[in-house]
């Protein structure tokens, strides 16, 4: 099978200290690291996403003064400073595509990224024929959700590895990890 894995989000705005810090982020990424070091060969290509606002909109209602953290937030991410890029320890050497998302807009799904030169996660997962895909990433509750539904939308075999994403709520991210289930994807554990 020709597997794809899919690194969401892996910011320092969504790590320890970030602006939509997730507690256990920086953990996240040191454990995606170890995983890479024994399990990149396993995988075809190996996709990491980036939330990339824009600076000067509220990147259509996205950013609010007064969020409600369920669909507006505070100001994160934007493009070109240290807290859309990838956190700080997590080794991007494994990295075969980085897609940027969230240009004027929200957007939860890697899918709705695009790479520097133009090309989407569809056309990426054509030309290679990924039939499988994996994802790891920040937040369960949130963009690992939005992409992993996604995958299974696009007719991929979907597997979540349960440690190494992470939530921002704990409530919202078991029952987002129970929607991805029931939606078909399987939940399993890395072993790192
Ligand atoms: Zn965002």
Redesign the pocket.
């Known amino acids: 099978m020709t597997r794809a894995l899919f690194i969401v989000d892996v910011q320092n705005d969504f790590t320890e200290e970030g602006a939509l810090a997730v507690a256990g982020g920086d953990a996240v990424a040191l454990r995606i690291n170890s995983f890479l070091e024994g399990h990149a060969g396993d995988y075809e290509i190996i996709v990491a996403s980036r939330?990339w606002?824009d600076a000067d909109n509220d990147?259509g209602g996205?950013f609010s003064a007064e969020p409600d953290f369920i669909d507006t937030?505070p100001p994160?991410?934007v493009e070109h400073t240290y807290g859309a890029e990838y956190e700080e320890v997590f080794d991007t050497s494994y990295v075969t595509h980085h897609l940027k998302k969230?240009q004027g807009r929200?957007?939860y799904s890697l899918f709705e990224g695009i790479a520097d030169d133009g090309t989407t996660a569809e056309e990426l997962l054509e030309s290679y024929g990924i039939i499988e895909i994996d994802v790891v990433g920040l937040a369960t509750d949130y963009c690992v959700r939005a992409s992993a539904l996604d995958a299974i939308e696009h007719g991929r075999h979907v597997r979540v590895f349960t440690d190494l994403v992470e939530g921002v709520h704990p409530e919202s991210s078991a029952k987002a990890l129970a929607e991805i289930a029931h939606a078909g994807a399987e939940l399993i554990e890395s072993g790192v």
């Open positions: 939330d606002h990147n996205h937030w994160h991410c969230g929200p957007a």
